[in-house]
């Protein structure tokens, strides 16, 4: 059984390389960690992270040419 501080350090781990992916533009290394930091947000019941969240992956999508992937995610994020 992993903690919620378990859970919630993993979640920023990958929100931290998610955002170097994305500044480096690598935009599929930044999708997959922001996948993993959403699930966990997901996991965690945190409502504010998961909205920041699509709205990050939804970015990286945008940047990686997934243009219909990245506005289902930023519509999510909006509607959260």
Known sequence: ???????????NQH????WEALGAGDFDSAILSYQEAL??????ED?????????YLGTALK??????????ALSRSINL
Not at 63 to 72: L, M
């Open 39 to 44: 699930k966990l947000a997901g996991q965690l």
């Open 15 to 18: 929100s931290d390389r998610g």
């Open 63 to 72: 940047g990686s040419g997934k243009y219909d992937e990245a506005a289902e």
């Open 1 to 11: 059984l992993t903690s919620k501080s378990d859970l919630s350090e993993k979640m």
């Open 47 to 55: 409502k504010t992270a998961e909205t920041v969240f699509l709205s």
